[in-house]
């Protein structure tokens, strides 16, 4: 059996990994992740993803399967990151407010048994209703959304919020359980 290490210390990921039956240690990677513009590209994120492994990869030195993976909202081809503070964080989701948007979730397995690198990414189209500045408000004082790309976690949106998800659910949580289980070929 091989070891497999997940490049994250996501709690969002560790349980989704851990509900889809896969055994794993946890290594959080320490690349900084720095893009240098906002404009979308699935080889943008993927390349995220492929160096947070590899981060861990060159750390560790047994063999191992690394799994390293970065999620990022996407609106009018522009990424949207973390928010900076309360303005930018209500902001982000008065724009999302009533339209679609998507979530990408670019994923690396760096297999050091057999030299082996996968990369690949999932994206999820999610539409907000037509948000009032009231229920923006309460979630951003009631869930304080700093850390997460786009100032939302959809695990965590209160009724009203959300009008559809047309893909994984589970990609918008932080990653797509059965990509990442096809990747590493299990």
């Not at 869930?143 to 893909?167: C, M, R, T, W």
């Given at each position: 059996?091989?070891?497999?290490?997940?490049?994250s210390s996501s709690p969002r990921r560790r349980e989704i990994l851990k509900?889809?039956?896969?055994?794993?240690?946890?290594?959080?990677?320490?690349?900084?992740?720095?893009?240098?513009?906002?404009?979308?590209?699935?080889?943008?994120?993927?390349?995220?993803?492929?160096?947070?492994?590899?981060?861990?990869?060159?750390?560790?030195?047994?063999?191992?399967?690394?799994?390293?993976?970065?999620?990022?909202?996407?609106?009018?081809?522009?990424?949207?990151?973390?928010?900076?503070?309360?303005?930018?964080?209500?902001?982000?989701?008065k724009n999302l407010s009533g339209v679609e948007h998507h979530v990408v979730?670019?994923?690396?397995?760096?297999?050091?048994?057999?030299?082996?690198?996968?990369?690949?990414?999932?994206?999820?189209?999610?539409?907000?209703?037509?948000?009032?500045?009231?229920?923006?408000?309460?979630?951003?004082?009631?869930?304080?959304?700093?850390?997460?790309?786009g100032a939302y976690g959809i695990q965590e949106l209160p009724d009203g919020?959300?009008?559809?998800?047309?893909?994984?659910?589970?990609?918008?949580?932080?990653?797509?359980?059965?990509?990442?289980?096809?990747?590493?070929?299990?």
């Amino acid at each position: 059996m091989k070891k497999i290490i997940l490049a994250s210390s996501s709690p969002r990921r560790r349980e989704i990994l851990k509900n889809a039956g896969l055994k794993f240690e946890i290594h959080p990677s320490s690349y900084d992740e720095v893009l240098d513009n906002n404009i979308f590209t699935p080889e943008k994120i993927e390349n995220l993803a492929y160096n947070k492994a590899k981060s861990v990869a060159e750390e560790i030195k047994e063999n191992a399967v690394i799994i390293g993976a970065d999620t990022v909202v996407v609106f009018n081809n522009k990424i949207l990151t973390k928010p900076h503070d309360r303005d930018d964080a209500f902001n982000m989701l008065k724009n999302l407010s009533g339209v679609e948007h998507h979530v990408v979730t670019g994923i690396c397995v760096i297999d050091k048994y057999e030299n082996k690198i996968n990369i690949d990414h999932v994206i999820t189209t999610v539409r907000f209703e037509k948000l009032s500045d009231e229920l923006i408000n309460y979630y951003i004082d009631t869930f304080k959304p700093f850390d997460k790309a786009g100032a939302y976690g959809i695990q965590e949106l209160p009724d009203g919020f959300v009008h559809s998800v047309n893909g994984s659910l589970e990609n918008v949580i932080g990653l797509c359980s059965k990509k990442t289980l096809e990747m590493l070929d299990l």
